[in-house]
């Protein structure tokens, strides 16, 4: 058989095939064109796939490939059919007829919403700012100078060593010398009183970094706000009254706020805050009258303003807030745990 002869028998069969599924209005009808053209014994389409041996052996691939096409169109046109009568389509008495009932309610589109830590962030300015604290910045790659000298922190300090902040190898030769991951917000210190005179009354609130394994309370990344105030005569009952406060506001009132004695090398005295937390003590971050070296590194008179300055880790409020066990949960991007807040 020549080619196009074969190709004009399967073309006949397609609109044949096409117009008697489109017309079937029930499944019996359906099934009679069934058995017509894809039936495996008598089927149009088995008789013309016999015809295909007598195809010119240089054609056949291409009367296979017609035949195929041919066969898919007509098994889609069966399908099309059984489908709409199945629905109660257009024609079709199909016995699950899908109702389409304008008086229920739509399907609302899902809304996204903002981190939990996010939200913590604008609440925490939103407390700080009622305070009269305003909000500065600072950058997240930071310079030996604002993470640590002038912070009053020497270079023989434990907290320099290379193992416990994260270096930037790329910038070890840089003008300003080595760079680094801030390891703490306390730079923005630094960076405020180098460029205003006091008096001074900011929070910033950012990421920090340092290289710890991840566990339920670390993750080598996380958050923390800083506050310093510098002004004449600012005592550590203000810095007290302030942090209190602050956890109030944040936390509610029955949560109870203790101070103990620490350690930090740009706050002389120091304290750590602590928030009373199901039955326990958590801390929540460090405080101090500003270091007199401080204020003199960046061009203060240690005699003539003093100030206090607190740090406090963001995910620490945002867990005792929502009651969030384990701090790997807030960077997992679960969208099922998060949509919770
Ligand atoms: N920078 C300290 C830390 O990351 C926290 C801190 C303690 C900040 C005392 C302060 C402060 O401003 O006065 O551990």
Redesign the pocket.
């Known amino acids: 058989m020549a080619l196009a002869d074969f190709i004009q028998q399967l073309d006949d069969i397609s609109s044949a095939a096409k117009a008697a599924f489109d017309a079937a209005a029930d499944s019996d009808s359906i099934d009679v064109a069934r058995i017509d053209f894809l039936g495996a014994k008598n089927g149009k389409l088995k008789a013309a796939q016999k015809g295909l041996g007598s195809v010119d052996k240089a054609d056949k691939p291409e009367a296979g490939k017609r035949f195929n096409e041919v066969k898919n169109q007509v098994e889609a046109a069966f399908q099309a059919a059984s489908d709409r009568v199945a629905s109660g389509g257009a024609g079709g008495a199909g016995k699950s007829a899908e109702i389409f009932d304008p008086t229920l309610p739509g399907k609302r589109p899902r809304l996204g919403h903002l981190h939990p830590i996010t939200q913590t962030i604008d609440e925490l300015k939103d407390i700080m700012g009622r305070l009269g604290f305003s909000v500065a910045d600072g950058p997240e790659i930071e310079d030996e100078r604002h993470n640590f000298e002038a ?1 009053n922190i020497p270079a023989d300090h434990p907290a320099r060593d290379p193992l416990e902040n994260f270096y930037l190898a790329t910038a070890q030769k840089s003008q300003a010398g080595p760079l680094l991951l801030r ?4 730079t923005v ?1 630094i960076r405020v009183m180098e460029e205003t005179p006091p008096p001074v009354r900011i929070i910033s609130l950012g990421r ?1 970094y340092r290289p710890d394994t991840a566990d339920a309370t670390h993750y080598p990344m996380f958050h ?1 706000i ?3 105030l510098v002004d004449t005569k600012v005592t550590m009952a203000d810095l007290k009254s302030v942090l209190r406060l602050f956890a109030t506001s944040y936390l509610g009132h029955d949560v109870h706020v203790r101070f103990r004695p ?1 350690f ?1 090398p ?2 002389e005295p ?3 805050a602590d928030m009373s937390w199901n039955d326990n003590w958590i801390e929540f ?4 009258m ?1 270091d007199p070296n401080v204020l003199s590194a960046v061009g203060y008179d240690p005699e003539e303003v003093s100030g ?5 880790g963001i995910e620490r409020l945002c867990m005792r807030r929502h009651n969030i066990t384990d701090i790997r949960d807030l960077y997992k991007n679960d969208v099922r745990f998060l949509h919770q807040f």
């Not at 390891?183 to 306390?186: E, F, G, H, I, W």
């Not at 206090?308 to 406090?312: D, K, R, T």
Request: hydrophobic share 45%; proline share 0%.
């Open positions: 912070l390891s703490q917000t306390s210190q920090v923390q800083e506050g310093l620490s930090f740009f706050t120091s304290v750590e971050g460090g405080a101090g500003v206090f300055a607190f740090g406090l």
